[in-house]
Each structure stands twice: as structure tokens, then as C-alpha cells.
């Protein structure tokens, strides 16, 4: 990509919950853009999308919509993806595809810039952004696996609905309200829309996000497992996750056990922490202050708390970690990703 | 004690979240009550509790109400318990204390049937009951336990503000019909309602239960670690916990990685917990059946599913473990040690 003063961006599925987030990114950011070109399904075409307080129409994303464009965000759903990013990377655009269509294609970079940017020189065209719950764990290891190596990682997380999609916000606050009112609550989305069964997800915990796989472990737990080995380039990072969906309408927390491969101090880890790149440390027990999902909301750091050595394993300790699963964990990771592509241009 | 038809049972804290279920258990379980006693504090005095059809009035819990109780079931408080506990066991009752007061006295039985049934033999007058989340977590454990030992757990827990009790349930409530009217949130009680600073539950996950402790980890936490090792009788398990308050009202569930000390098969694990007392196993991932708090809130058993072996080491697996907080975690395990100490004077 030549250097421009403004470029072209086309945001595709400019409707949905990241899509809209996505938008309100690049605007909040100031990204120079020349033209934002909104684009959805043909039912979405008579929307508009807001943006610098300009009214946009959105167009149908088709093959042709991308011609002249720069940077296309890309969060449809997979199949969109599949169908559409190779064409818009032909016609000349880098495309940051937030599904997992591509993550791990092995000519595909998948990048957290604070982790991975020198991943990005060897895209083709085509940039993954990782799973959300993926993103900010791999924020908070960045340092710790820098300094200390990371052998093993136990990670439990309470997952916002917003990660399933405007539906699955709707579907809570229909369920909050059906409670306020005494009205039998009603589950179509929850836990997975396309799947037979659906869970209540107000005032319950759901122990699964996605399919499950033929291992026991869901789609979204091999996520974590599988892109955190790529975002690190190391496949020896182990993952035992355990993916849980509560109601919480934004922001992701995770209760994340590390063993690393070299001794450490508190303190280090600490220090360490404070000076990483996109995390913000909230850790006074004393004052009650460690991060809150409905605190990380709307921010795009990634906050961590909680920090204390494990009871038992000299080279283990226990953190919390918590960030804007749409925001961190979708929306802003890809405008970032455009943004360091466009300073490396500089 | 010796063996009756029937039995004069204290309940003190009557009123309270538990001291209602352990009334309500002791009706259910047809528990063979001769008089029932409801105790509380002097200002719950002019209260009735129903109990079999009949209303019954509260009283005041003084040394001298425990005269003739042959059961005295405790839930009012640390405070209470360590003040009128001796009072009643001086007078002939057997306590059963669901505070945290007694737990680590070496001279106190820390009972869960299932588990460790024979220590109530060298109880003094008192026995304890312990923290809910430590209890469902060892009633799943055990089977495992004795079949192929326990080296380390990371646990993390997604607890129900009933665990808080009733101020802590009506905060969500208050909170969640807040939302839908579209008023303030108000946080009074949660976390603890004893340290200045609370925080909105609803629609959050809060990873503080009850106070910190100079480790960096909170009380419960280590409620969890100590509780363990007393009720195994075995100083070497590790447990590194990390407690979390979500708005769930009834039900607390469990990520637990579990590491043993001896090779296991995962068929052997699920016989084995399809054979363990006081569980259900609940996992068949193709039906998306696993336990949810929603559907064990109201029912005595311990909920176990998401079994899957460590991806990573052979000595290692994974469960969900789901259970009703104030029923299995307080009122029913206290009912459950009274009913197992009578039917061994059979």
C-alpha cells in the first residue's frame, strides 16, 4: 500500500454489534479517512450508519463494492468472509477480517499488535483479528511471556453476551425485563442461535460458546488454545480453557492461572505489567479496586487485577483479566491493526 | 444422644436466606422435628415461621432457649455462633454451625456427609458445616479422590449473591428492575456490605468474595484452600482458587482443573462420578446438556458435567460443577449431618 493522506474504508456488516463499534472506532480515533463506505447484506440497504456526524447509506456488499478501497473491516460472519475477502484483497485492499474464516491459514497473519505487529509484513492481503477472549489474555501474557517464558496457562472465562451478536443483547435485556414484569422468560439465541437448545442466560452461567468439538472442548475454548500458539509463534504455550457465557451485556473477565518457565517475583511481574503496552494495571485489594467488566466497558485497554502468587508452585501466579470484549476484542484490535500499517507507512 | 422418635430442633438465624431453607429442608426431608424452634435476633421477635402448615413464632436466641434442643442448626453469623453455640452444646444440643467460626478448631468435625461422614464420631457438641463452595467442589472430588488422589485444583468460581444472603439477593433484584425502568443502579450490600466500597452485581462479575486477606487472596478463597485439606484430612492437596461474585441468584458453578496423582482413563472418571454419592452427572455436549445454575437451584444434589481431559497433561481433566448454594452449600448439609447422625443411633 502507497502512503495517502486519507484512505478508503469499507466496513462489512456496518449493522451489526462490531460493526457499528468498528465505526465509532475509526471516528473516536480520528483515522484518516477519505470515504467510509458502509456494507451489509442486501436486507440491510436502506440503513444508515453514523459517522463524524455525517448520515451513510449502507450498500450491499458485493465483489464490485470494494474497488478503490484501502482497508476493509470485515465482520459478517465467516461464510461472508470467505466469500468476500479474497476479492476485495484483489482489487488492491488489505482486508482485517474479524471472523475466524482465516485465522489460521497459515499465509494469513493473525495479529494483536501489541504481541505480534512484525506479523503484519506477511500478509497477502488478508489480516485475521484473533477471538476476543483470545485478545485480551494474550495483552496480559505479552510481558510475562517476554521475561519469563510461559509453560502453562488455566483460564476460565465470564464472556459478555455482546460477544454473540446484537440477538444475544437483545435476548438478555428481554430477559431482564420479562423478569422486572413476571413475564416467563424466553431463550431463542443463547447459547449458540443456529443450535437446537437454548439457555436462559439471565441470572445463569452457560458453560458453552460455540460448538463443541469431538475433544470435549467447544469451538471457542480451541480458540484460545490454538490462535494464542500462533500469536506467539510458539507452539509449546499450553491452554486448558474453560469458556462460560454470564450475563453481562460488554466486557469479557478472565480468571487466568500462569506458569511460566522461569522463576519470577511479584514484584517483577508487577512492573513488568504496568510498563506493558495496552494494559492497564487495577490491583488494590485495600481499596477494593481490581477491574469490573462494567468498568472496562467502552474503554479500549486491556485491565488486569487480582495479581498473587500461586499457594503452591513457586513459578505460578493467579490474575484477573478484563476488557471490552467488542471493543479491545474486536473493533479496536482491527482499527489498530489499520492504524499500524498506516505508521509503518510514515 | 441418645435415639428418640422424634426431635427438638433450634434453627438460629430463622429468618435469614438459610436459616429459611434449613427449615424448609427439614420440612421437605420429613426430618422427625418433635418441636421446632425458630431463633433470631431480638428485633426478628414477632415474626412466624411456616413449618408444616403451621406458623411458628421466632424467639430470641438466648443461652437459655437451647434448653431441651436436641439439634441446634446455626446461621446467623460468625458472632452468634462463637457466643451461643457453646451455650446450646453446654445444655446437651449437638450444634451444627454453618458459619465460618468453628471450621478450623481442631476439636470441630468440618462435615460433608459424602465425604468425610465419619468424622462427626469425635464431635464435642459441635460440628461444622462448611463454606458452599468448598462443599459442592469435595462432594465432586471425591470419587476422583479416592480413586486416583488429588496433587493440585485451579478453581474458579461464578457464585450466587444468595451466598451474600437476603440483602445481597434484593440488591440485584432492586438493581435488575432498575435497569428495566431505566433508573440509577445502587450498590449497599455487595461485596461485603461490612468495607466501604460496593459494586453494581448486575450485569458484572465482582472477583472479590468476603475480605482480603495479607496473601492477596480473599477469605474465600482460602476458605476453599484450608477447607479442602480438613475435610480430606490431607494436608497436600493444592487448591489455587479464585472466587467471583456473577448476578446469579441461586447456584453456584465451578471451573475446576483437576490434577491427580495416579493415571486415570476418562471413562473410569465418569463411572466414577456417575457412581459417587450426592452426584449427578449432567454432560452430554451433542444435547448441549451440562449443569446450570437454573436448573439446580431447589434441588439437594451436586451437578457435574464438561468432563474432558487436560489437552495438555495425561494426569489432568476438567469439570463443571454446579450446585444449590444455600441447599447442598448450607441448609441441606446441615440437615444431611443431623439425618446421618440419627440414623447411626438406629
Redesign the interface.
Known amino acids: 500500500m502507497e502512503r495517502k493522506e486519507r484512505y478508503n474504508v469499507a466496513v462489512v456488516g456496518a449493522t451489526g454489534a462490531v460493526g457499528q463499534k468498528m465505526i465509532q472506532t475509526l471516528e473516536d480515533r480520528n483515522f484518516p479517512v477519505e470515504i467510509l463506505k458502509p456494507l451489509a447484506s442486501a436486507r440491510s440497504v436502506g440503513q444508515f450508519v453514523s459517522f463524524h456526524g455525517q448520515q451513510i447509506a449502507v450498500e450491499e456488499a458485493t465483489p464490485e463494492a470494494f474497488e478503490g478501497i484501502d482497508f476493509a473491516l470485515f465482520s459478517a460472519g465467516g461464510s461472508v468472509s470467505l466469500r468476500l475477502a479474497p476479492e476485495a484483497a484483489k482489487r488492491g485492499a488489505i482486508v482485517i477480517d474479524n471472523t475466524s474464516a482465516f485465522r489460521m491459514d497459515p499465509n494469513v497473519p493473525l495479529v494483536v499488535p501489541e504481541v505480534n505487529a512484525e506479523a503484519i509484513a506477511a500478509h497477502n492481503g488478508i489480516i485475521a483479528n484473533p477471538n476476543c477472549s483470545t485478545i485480551q489474555m494474550v495483552v496480559a501474557l505479552k510481558p510475562i511471556y517476554d521475561a519469563f517464558g510461559i509453560d502453562?496457562i488455566?483460564v476460565?472465562t465470564?464472556q459478555a453476551v455482546s460477544g454473540a451478536g446484537q440477538k444475544a443483547i437483545d435476548e438478555l435485556e428481554q430477559q431482564?425485563?420479562g423478569?422486572?414484569?413476571g413475564e416467563l422468560l424466553q431463550a431463542n439465541v443463547l447459547?449458540v442461535s443456529s443450535?437446537?437448545?437454548h439457555?436462559?442466560i439471565a441470572?445463569?452461567?452457560?458453560?458453552?460458546i460455540d460448538v463443541?468439538e469431538e475433544?470435549?472442548?467447544t469451538k471457542e475454548e480451541m480458540k484460545m488454545?490454538n490462535e494464542t500458539k500462533k500469536i506467539f509463534n510458539d507452539p509449546t504455550i499450553?491452554?486448558?480453557p474453560?469458556a462460560?457465557r454470564?450475563?453481562?451485556?460488554f466486557g469479557h473477565?478472565e480468571?487466568v492461572?500462569v506458569k511460566t518457565k522461569r522463576p519470577f517475583t511479584m514484584d517483577a511481574v508487577r512492573e513488568l505489567l504496568e510498563q506493558g503496552e495496552g494494559i492497564v494495571v487495577v490491583d488494590d485489594?485495600?481499596?477494593?479496586k481490581?477491574?469490573?467488566?462494567?468498568e472496562a466497558a467502552g474503554k479500549r485497554e486491556v485491565f488486569v487485577?487480582?495479581?498473587?502468587?500461586?499457594?503452591?508452585?513457586e513459578n505460578?501466579f493467579?490474575m484477573?483479566v478484563v476488557s471490552d470484549n467488542v471493543l479491545k476484542g474486536a473493533a479496536w484490535n482491527a482499527v489498530q491493526i489499520a492504524e499500524t500499517i498506516i505508521s509503518d507507512l510514515a
Request: aromatic fraction near 16%.
Open positions: 502453562k488455566v476460565s465470564y431482564v425485563r423478569y422486572a414484569t447459547p443450535l437446537p437448545v439457555h436462559q441470572f445463569n452461567a452457560i458453560p458453552q463443541f475433544n470435549g472442548y488454545v499450553q491452554v486448558t474453560t462460560v454470564i450475563p453481562v451485556v473477565s480468571s492461572f485489594p485495600a481499596s477494593q481490581y477491574p469490573l467488566a462494567t487485577g487480582r495479581l498473587r502468587k500461586d499457594l503452591w508452585d505460578a493467579n484477573w
